[in-house]
């Protein structure tokens, strides 16, 4: 299915047609079946990062969940039109960042539950990567490791770096450019960051949003 969307995509085939492939792609990669819950009726391939918001990334692999129709209305509450790319990303409260942070959290958690860590499987673009960091204010010196998936996950999982520096600026510490945040912790000795006088910061704040919480299968209660 992957080399069919490839090839279609390179052809220049329809926009539908190419979705469908990727659709069809998305659900077969995830075991046809509801990533978030497990189950297995009326799915969906959902967007992480809404295709009318950043139409490069719509047929990109590392861009797609399987979500049942229950798990699929926590994305679309609220604000879901279309959204003014004037303004910062999330204003209008259409992108979500959190819930779709979580998204990537779980896909990278379900790769390593089914051993499937194929780095197409879940595929980001080094551009897309490019553009994550910039969107969160961090330097090109900051890397991330593992496949695309997992930096994507955690360049989303960072403070924004200009909130970052302003919190930790304020309690006199400075951040090397190269910095990444990696705990799960909101305070904490740190013997990496110094304050201005040079002495290790002791206190630390750190943005942290785990992986969306699997859950029992929704289809189990419905009538």
Not at 25 to 39: K, L, Q
């Given at each position: 299915?992957?080399?069919?969307?490839?090839?279609?995509?390179?052809?220049?085939?329809?926009?539908?047609?190419?979705?469908?492939?990727?659709?069809?792609?998305?659900?077969?990669?995830?075991?046809?079946?509801?990533?978030?819950?497990?189950?297995?009726?009326?799915?969906?391939?959902?967007?992480?990062?809404?295709k009318s918001f950043w139409k490069h990334l719509k047929f990109q692999t590392g861009n797609g969940i399987t979500l049942c129709h229950v798990c699929h209305k926590d994305p679309h509450t609220g604000f879901n039109g279309r959204p003014d790319l004037s303004q910062p990303m999330d204003a209008q409260g259409g992108e979500k960042i959190d819930l779709f942070t979580g998204y990537l959290g779980a896909l990278v958690i379900d790769s390593y539950r089914r051993n499937q860590l194929e780095e197409y499987l879940y595929h980001f673009s080094d551009g897309a990567l490019d553009a994550f960091k910039k969107i969160q204010g961090i330097p090109e010196a900051a890397t991330f490791e593992g496949r695309q998936i997992e930096k994507a996950y955690q360049i989303w999982n960072q403070t924004p770096r200009g909130m970052f520096e302003a919190i930790l600026n304020s309690v006199g510490v400075t951040i090397p450019e190269d910095y990444v945040q990696n705990e799960e912790v909101t305070m904490y000795y740190s013997d990496t960051l110094k304050k201005k006088d040079g002495s290790p910061a002791d206190v630390m704040y750190f943005r942290y949003i785990p992986p969306t919480e699997f859950k029992e299968n929704p289809d189990d209660t419905l009538e």
């Open positions: 299915m992957y080399s069919r969307l490839v090839k279609a995509i390179e052809k220049q085939r329809s926009n539908s047609y190419c979705l469908s492939l990727w659709s069809m792609f998305i659900r077969e990669r995830d075991g046809h079946r509801c990533i978030i819950c497990n189950s297995k009726k009326k799915l969906s391939a959902h967007h992480i990062i809404r």
